[in-house]
């Protein structure tokens, strides 16, 4: 998928995020399902296992899912109609489990990956990091006109964060990485890695000094810089938005002096959408002092906002209208389907307790919800097309989403609908050190 960029002036700068050239919502499906697949994968072996001829097998398998947590409540098969008892028994009993469980506010720290081999090739490091981390990776080389080798290589890592990991695997097969893909995955291209020394590893974070540049302006004798970092996510943490903390900037050159940030007026906070995994944070400064050859401190510091945990609808029918279910204080409401040739409009409603900056965190993640179609045996039809917000009334916000081609009739499918449970914020500060002047 093609890809290009707008960019939003926030606090001290610009802020550059990725929107995909197609309808919103498109190319994030494979991105989706390429991070499901592994997990999905597992959660079908263990549940096989759940009606095994030991019992301390199915014990184990009962166990192993619960471990895996609320994220898996979507992967589970139905039970309504099963006529394997011990497996139906087990299964609700373990969505009862899981969802009752607490929402982790741990599911913001990052992926951990341990990978040690000899002679792995490329293809299949990725693969393990996919399977670790629930990321998603593509390989862009083909698509832009590359050859896609596949290296091999010695690995020797050792529970460390995703981010350094890929890093490490793209440096050893000498690619480099890029998160804007317009699908959500992060994806691995040609170029010359970077240097180590202008990447940060900050949680599940990896923040990039991508570029310093200074100006002159002869007419009026004013001296600017601009100081272009690259700030990227584990794809699976959806993070919603982004708030920058300008009165916290902190430049010093390599004599102690403070370079000061051109500080704007305009609000510090931009709305982030996953088919892209990074922003781009661009500061403005007084240009250093001549006489500086480096910057001994820079450091930034920012909120963001992201989901923890998801509650997920369930109706029985994508033909039924007006129909609501809630969960605790967040309700659903299904208005309709409306078929205009090869596309399903479907009408949503969410309610949200409370007004004002409560829920306007809640908002901001809308936007990200994800929803498919599911057959009677399980089967999934991916949510393929865009969406538009149709209204925002108090604590209620409606959308229409499309889905486009569906085989059959909206009576053959159930519709599933995932929207966070609740948010959190956590805080995101990164220091770059001994910063050489161009």
């Known amino acids: 998928m093609r890809a290009t960029h707008r960019r939003r002036r926030i606090g001290f700068g610009w802020v550059w995020f990725g929107v995909a050239i197609a309808l919103v919502g498109r190319g994030e499906v494979g991105a989706q399902q390429a991070s499901d697949a592994a997990l999905r994968d597992r959660v079908l072996q263990l549940v096989e296992r759940l009606d095994g001829d030991k019992p301390e097998a199915r014990d184990a398998a009962e166990a192993a899912l619960v471990k895996l947590g609320p ?4 992967l589970l098969p139905e039970t309504a109609g099963a006529t394997n008892k011990e497996r139906k028994d087990r299964l609700d009993r373990i969505r009862a489990t899981l969802a009752a469980a607490k929402p982790d506010d741990n599911d913001a720290k990052p992926s ?9 090739r490329l293809s299949d490091a990725l693969q393990q990091l996919q399977k670790q981390t629930g990321n998603p990776i593509s390989d862009l080389r083909e698509q832009q006109g590359a050859e896609a080798t596949n290296p091999s290589f010695d690995l020797d890592l050792k529970d460390v964060t995703f981010y350094e990991a890929l890093d ?22 040609t170029g010359k890695p970077p240097e180590k020394a202008l990447i940060q590893y900050v949680g599940a974070f990896r923040v990039g ?3 310093f540049s200074e100006r002159r302006d002869y007419q009026t004798g004013m001296a600017t810089a601009n100081a272009a970092f690259e700030v990227a996510w584990e794809p699976r ?8 903390k300008a009165d916290q900037l902190v430049v010093k050159d390599d004599q102690g002096r403070v370079v000061k940030a051109q500080v704007m007026t305009e609000a510090t906070d931009v ?16 240009a250093p002092e001549r006489s500086a050859v480096k910057l001994a401190q820079f450091t930034v510091k920012a909120d963001l906002t992201l989901p923890a945990g998801v509650k997920i609808f369930r109706f029985p029918s994508l033909a039924q209208e007006d129909v609501v279910i809630k969960q605790d204080d967040v309700a659903v409401t299904l208005l309709k389907t409306e078929i205009d040739e090869q596309v399903w409009k479907v009408g949503v409603v969410l309610s949200y307790p409370g007004e004002g900056p409560a829920f306007e965190s809640y908002r901001q993640g809308l936007f990200n919800n994800r929803l498919w179609l599911e057959t009677a045996d399980g089967s999934r039809f991916e949510h393929n097309g865009g969406f538009s917000n149709t209204g925002n009334d108090g ?8 889905f486009v081609d569906v085989p059959g009739k909206p009576a ?18 990164f220091t770059f050190k001994d910063v050489p002047l161009p």
């Open 71 to 74: 994220k898996i409540l979507s």
């Open 112 to 120: 951990r990956v341990t990978l040690q081999a000899k002679g792995i």
């Open 168 to 189: 490490e695997v793209a440096r050893r097969a000498d690619v480099t990485i890029s998160a804007f893909t317009g699908d959500g995955s992060v994806g691995i291209t």
């Open 209 to 211: 000094l991508r570029e």
């Open 237 to 244: 943490l959806r993070p919603m938005l982004l708030a920058l």
């Open 271 to 286: 709305v982030l959408r996953p088919e892209n995994p990074v922003a781009e944070i661009n500061v403005n400064l007084d």
């Open 395 to 402: 604590g209620k916000l409606g959308f229409e989403y499309l």
């Open 412 to 429: 053959d499918y159930k519709f599933v609908y995932e929207t966070p449970s609740r948010v959190i914020t956590t805080p995101l500060e």
